[in-house]
Every structure is written in structure tokens, then in C-alpha cells.
């Protein structure tokens, strides 16, 4: 999901990234992000499962990234 190299300590580059390779749409994006702006937690109602799995690992795999550098 996230191509090699690439970490970021915000949400949204991680959001536009997985959008740029085609894993998200960019209104799956404006929800998301709609989302942690009105309640300040990461949630995803607003998206299908699939699409959820995808977010999630992509956000582990970026943590484990950030903290190894």
C-alpha cells in the first residue's frame, strides 16, 4: 500500500498517498478527514470494510516506519 520510502506524521499525506495509488477515492478521503476534524479520532463509518483494512494497515505499516528512523 504505502510505496517503499514513503512515512509521514500526518494523516492526510497518508490519506493522499493511498488515494494517489488508487486504494481511495478522494471522497473517502473528505470523509476521513471530515471525520478526524469533527471528533478528533481516527474512525471509519464513513467507509466500506475493505477499504478500512486498507487505512489501518497502511497506518500500522507508517508507524513502524516513523519510529525506525
Known amino acids: 500500500m504505502l510505496k517503499d520510502g ?4 500526518n494523516y492526510r499525506d497518508i490519506l493522499d498517498h493511498l488515494r494517489e495509488n488508487g486504494f481511495l477515492s478522494s471522497e473517502d478521503v473528505d470523509n476521513l478527514l471530515k471525520e478526524y476534524t469533527t471528533t478528533k479520532k481516527i474512525t ?7 477499504k478500512s483494512l486498507i487505512v489501518s494497515e497502511a497506518l500500522i505499516d ?7 528512523k
Open 6 to 9: 514513503f512515512s509521514s506524521h
Open 62 to 68: 507508517n508507524y513502524h516506519r516513523t519510529k525506525s
Open 44 to 50: 471509519f463509518d464513513c467507509i466500506t470494510k475493505e
